[in-house]
């Protein structure tokens, strides 16, 4: 019984002369939510579909659940996935579309009810697949996905098109099936859910990989900002003298001085700024999150 | 591979596609079945290309399937279309990586479509063969032509040997516009390149030089549907026609099993 879901060891995809991805290793445990983020163009979808048999590495190697990626016969069967958005017959209904895939897979058919209730489409299973919004698509993509019962599921974008409460409940699903057991993978663009509810990261940035591990160990090394506001505008750039002076590196952003130091230089700060005239709104050391994180790794900020 | 089977046939039961196929085909059987009977007596001829089909041929144990055998050529091209249509429009949907992701076995993928559209165009050409007799039996008085021997059973064999040679025929056409679908992956692309080849560029070539008719490939597969014709023996049509077929399966399998999915 291996102990990764995914196991992927220099693994590189060559389009022409360009890397899509260059030599990526990184494992992701049982059992866990694996957020993977990047840049557009970074290489996740293209990671995905290697993963997934849809397309040939050029090289490396990689594993899920302890099968390696050149045999998918050998692993699909537990896996779930949604690649690119949910891809469906628009002729057909949602119902007819999942029966499509349950047929194919040799699933219990009862299933595809259950699954249609299960996202909130039990009323619209009957409709066909074209009538339906962006986000009833989504929900019948992540309904597809969970046709196998699988043991790892990969999502890519699960969240485009839904509304705030559809957020909260995919949210609350993916988190639903890894205390269940399932490892889930899912790249997602906003940052901010993956944050609350992934326990691992894996990040790309033009190919290679940028971190893989825990989240927490992520969020560690990042290097906290203090967050000052001043009452007069034209009183930022003076901040920005200080903490530079003092040798932190200080940025304007969105009309406050975001300065990369330790908490503990915050009241010092406070006091080179009433020295020198300066009246603070608002003076906050903050941990950074994951967006901001991801700004600063991925250099796209 | 019972599985794929199993999905494709729910795909192809969908109202739109199965009563529209099934509409397209009774309707070409029902005009060049009543045709052949309604202008009997023509002098621009009752059958394919200007040709006269007379009272003493349709009056022979064959006679019940002369409409079916000529209409042979167009359930050939409502499958090609069809076949080219079910194949190429996983491409544009992306449906296929979906389709990968339950079976990763590409050509169980591959066979099991073959599969279940040879199911479907049997059913086609069944109901093809049963209206064609159909109309032939109720035009034949009025066109002063005996059925006596129609229900021999010299007949039936006719009308078996017809079925089975519409049936290669059909199938023929149906892996010819899986192959354009595969290559083009456009259902569009594939559709008009096939039926403008079939019905235009080979006519076209044909007219200007005869003899390419036992060397173009719509032309093979017409004749075999209709058991050979006095310019196209049916072996020959068959041998061409099953060269063409092969290499076009074999190169498009190879592609379709070889080529990354990243749509």
Request: contains cysteine.
């Amino acid at each position: 019984m291996p102990n990764t879901a995914i196991s992927v060891s220099d693994l590189s995809k060559k389009y022409d002369d360009r890397l899509a991805v260059s030599h990526i290793n990184f494992e992701v445990p049982l059992g866990i939510v694996c957020g993977f983020v990047g840049p557009n163009g970074s290489g996740k979808t293209t990671t995905m579909r290697m993963l997934l048999g849809l397309i040939t590495p050029t090289t490396g190697q990689g594993h899920i659940l302890g099968e390696p990626i050149e045999h998918p016969e050998k692993y699909l069967s537990r896996v779930g996935a949604m690649i690119e958005g949910p891809a469906f017959y628009p002729a057909l209904s949602g119902y007819e579309n999942l029966m499509v895939l349950a047929k194919l897979g040799g699933f219990p058919i009862e299933r595809v009810q259950q699954l249609l209730d299960k996202v909130g489409l039990g009323d619209r299973g009957k409709s066909k697949f074209k009538t339906y919004s962006l986000g009833m698509k989504q929900r019948l993509g992540i309904a597809a996905a969970l046709l196998p019962n699988p043991k790892l599921l990969m999502l890519d974008e699960p969240t485009n098109g839904l509304d705030p409460e559809g957020i909260q409940e995919v949210r609350a699903l993916l988190r639903d099936l890894a205390n269940e057991g399932t490892t889930v993978f899912v790249s997602s663009h906003l940052l901010s859910e993956l944050e609350i509810i992934s326990d691992y990261i894996v990040m790309l940035r033009k190919g290679e990989i940028v971190f893989a591990g825990p989240i927490g160990e992520l969020m560690a090394q990042q290097q906290p900002t203090i967050i000052a506001k001043s009452l007069q505008q034209s009183d930022l750039q003076k901040i920005v003298e200080i903490a530079e002076a003092a040798g932190h590196h200080a940025v304007i952003r969105n009309d406050s001085v975001h300065v990369l130091a330790e908490m503990d230089w915050a009241p010092v700060l406070n006091k080179a700024a009433f020295d020198a005239g300066i009246t603070l709104a608002q003076l906050a050391p903050q941990l950074p999150n994951l967006e901001e994180t991801f700004f600063e790794m991925t250099g796209d900020k | 591979m019972l599985n794929v089977v199993k999905a494709e046939l729910r795909k192809l039961r969908r109202p739109t596609l199965f009563f529209g196929t099934m509409g397209a085909a009774i309707f070409f059987t029902g005009l060049i079945t009543s045709f052949i009977y309604l202008m009997i007596d023509s002098p621009q001829g009752n059958g394919d290309r200007g040709r006269s089909i007379s009272r003493e041929v349709l009056t022979l144990a064959s006679g019940s399937v002369n409409g079916f055998a000529s209409v042979g050529g167009f359930l050939g091209i409502i499958a090609l279309c069809v076949f080219a249509a079910q194949t190429a429009q996983e491409y544009t949907y992306g449906t296929l990586r979906n389709l990968l992701i339950r079976q990763p076995g590409r050509m169980k993928i591959l066979i099991g479509k073959l599969i279940s559209m040879v199911l479907f165009g049997l059913v086609m050409i069944s109901i093809a063969a049963v209206i064609s007799i159909a109309i032939s039996y109720i035009l034949a008085p009025g066109a002063k032509v005996s059925t006596d021997l129609w229900f021999t059973s010299a007949g039936f064999e006719a009308i078996f040997t017809t079925f089975v040679n519409v049936t290669i025929s059909v199938v023929a056409f149906g892996i010819v516009g899986m192959v354009l679908g595969l290559l083009l992956r456009s259902p569009i692309s594939a559709i008009s390149f096939g039926v403008l080849w079939i019905l235009i560029i080979e006519v076209l070539l044909m007219a200007v030089k005869n003899s390419l008719q036992s060397w173009l490939p719509g032309a093979q597969l017409s004749a075999i549907a209709s058991g050979g014709s006095p310019d196209l023996t049916y072996t020959h049509a068959l041998t061409v026609g099953g060269i063409y077929v092969a290499v076009g399966a074999i190169v498009a399998s190879v592609l379709f099993v070889r080529r990354d999915v990243a749509n």
